[in-house]
């Protein structure tokens, strides 16, 4: 399977829109909605298949142009089912131009016992645009025993700024090889999320302000931020399901996009 989904949006009279849409089976576009008053594309993308296999391959590749926003979920999560060899393969290349904003908040991607998965994620963002790009993954269902028995997981992140690499994470895990239960690895949680937010107001105000609303996050979870030196807000959490983490994210954004993008977050029906 190779499912390719391939967009660029533009700003046109006050709203954003969708040019250069081409996707291939199993990727699915829907029709894109508006919710707020600068305009944003609010656009769901579906993957039909069920799941990923080995050799399985998905590959989004959007721009976001001048003065054009997108936010951009899918429908439900992205399953890693067993394989007996090789890897799924997940590449996004996100390009944000001067004045746009990307508001990228997928579902979790779920790794079940004997799966590999290799994802690649690229955001080459202008200083003058404002990015907030999430990530949950589920590392073994508890209740069947999975948990952390995957066979690998390559996780590679790049944020660039005009071309220029300014924040990189990378990370391997093959639990198969190497007993991570007895290093405290992710300290009995199964799911690991990730919040990137950037804007050229980023500092250490809003950080404080980020860290002030999650103090009432009432869900059992281990959360922190910090604000990276290139102006990359970076936001990590631990717990035991996805709804958690989904929710403490939904917070932080709420609480920062109406300084960043002068609109509140709209209520998205899922």
Known sequence: MFGRLN????????????????????????????????GTAYLYMMDISG???AHDTLVCDIKIKENSHLYLTNNSATKIHPMEDGYATMTNFFDVEQGASLEYFPEEITLYKNSSLNTNTIIDLHEHSCVAASEILFLGRKNFGEFLHFSNLTSNLEIRMNGNVVLFERFNISPQNKDYLGLGF???????GSLYIYSFEN???LVENIRHSIKDITEKMNIACTLHHSGVIVIKALANNH????????????NVRPQLLKEGLPYIRK
Do not use: C
Request: charged content about 25%; hydrophobic content about 40%.
């Open 7 to 38: 967009l660029t949006v533009l700003s046109s009279e006050k709203k954003s829109i969708l040019s250069n849409l081409t996707f291939s089976s199993p990727v699915k576009v829907m029709r894109p909605f508006y919710l707020d008053t600068i």
């Open 51 to 53: 799941g990923m296999l």
């Open 186 to 192: 992710m300290e009995d949680f199964s799911h690991y």
């Open 203 to 205: 500092n250490r105000d």
């Open 243 to 254: 709804y958690s983490i989904k929710t403490a994210f939904k917070i932080i954004w709420e």
